[in-house]
T-cell receptor, first 114, second 110 residues
Framework: NAGVTQTPKFQVLKTGQSMTLQCAQDMNHNSMYWYRQDPGMGLRLIYYSASEGTTDKGEVPNGYNVSRLNKREFSLRLESAAPSQTSVYFC?????????????FGPGTRLLVL | AQSVTQPDIHITVSEGASLELRCNYSYGATPYLFWYVQSPGQGLQLLLKYFSGDTLVQGIKGFEAEFKRSQSSFNLRKPSVHWSDAAEYFCAVDRGKFYFGSGTKLNVKP
């Protein structure tokens, strides 16, 4: 099992460019999440999808959109990248959205916006 | 309001020495608490979690954590650190959404 996979691993963008970060999980989990990790700030939730067909905002959703394409895939889109979006992005999944569910993380996408 | 505080940004210990990483949380109800480890260039891996019951929780790689309600703490411990334990450690609380601490980077001296 691959678990949670993310593509690309690394990306450089210019300000104003758009891109989509891809995430897929093969654990048949219902819930998926996108986080960003910035130095000294831990991980912050951007968006999540409790189940296929639903998405909700997290702590820092501005400047991002998401799509839960199917049960396996959850993508994060930056429509017009800004330097403030330079970060490491992690996708995670959990069996369900219930409190206390363990989240399983992908290896991350390192994004640099110039 | 900050839900999880990890007061130590960096810690250096010698290989074979004991380790304690601190975590304090702010949450009125019984918390769901987690410790994750992140090796360089990797995603986060679950070390252990606490929901209820026994306040001393055993995890993988020889780690344990103790929940102390009176101190609002969930400190991570390991009796003897190995060089491969060098990583960043994150405490998290599940309040319906996960809130992570800012992390503690562990350096292990030979």
């Amino acid at each position: 099992n691959a678990g949670v996979t993310q593509t690309p691993k690394f990306q450089v963008l210019k300000t104003g460019q758009s891109m989509t970060l891809q995430c897929a999980q093969d654990m048949n989990h219902n819930s998926m999440y996108w986080y960003r990790q910035d130095p000294g700030m831990g991980l912050r939730l951007i968006y999540y999808s409790a189940s296929e067909g639903t998405t909700d905002k997290g702590e820092v959703p501005n400047g991002y959109n998401v799509s839960r394409l199917n049960k396996r895939e959850f993508s994060l889109r930056l429509e017009s990248a800004a330097p403030s979006q330079t970060s490491v992005y992690f996708c995670a999944s959990s069996p369900d959205r219930g409190v206390g569910e363990t989240q399983y993380f992908g290896p991350g996408t390192r994004l640099l916006v110039l | 309001a900050q839900s999880v505080t990890q007061p130590d940004i960096h810690i250096t210990v010698s290989e074979g020495a004991s380790l304690e990483l601190r975590c304090n949380y702010s949450y009125g109800a019984t918390p769901y608490l987690f410790w994750y480890v992140q090796s360089p260039g990797q995603g986060l891996q679950l070390l252990l979690k606490y929901f209820s019951g026994d306040t001393l929780v055993q995890g993988i790689k020889g780690f344990e954590a103790e929940f102390k309600r009176s101190q609002s703490s969930f400190n991570l411990r390991k009796p003897s650190v190995h060089w491969s334990d060098a990583a960043e450690y994150f405490c998290a609380v599940d309040r319906g959404k996960f809130y992570f601490g800012s992390g503690t980077k562990l350096n292990v001296k030979p």
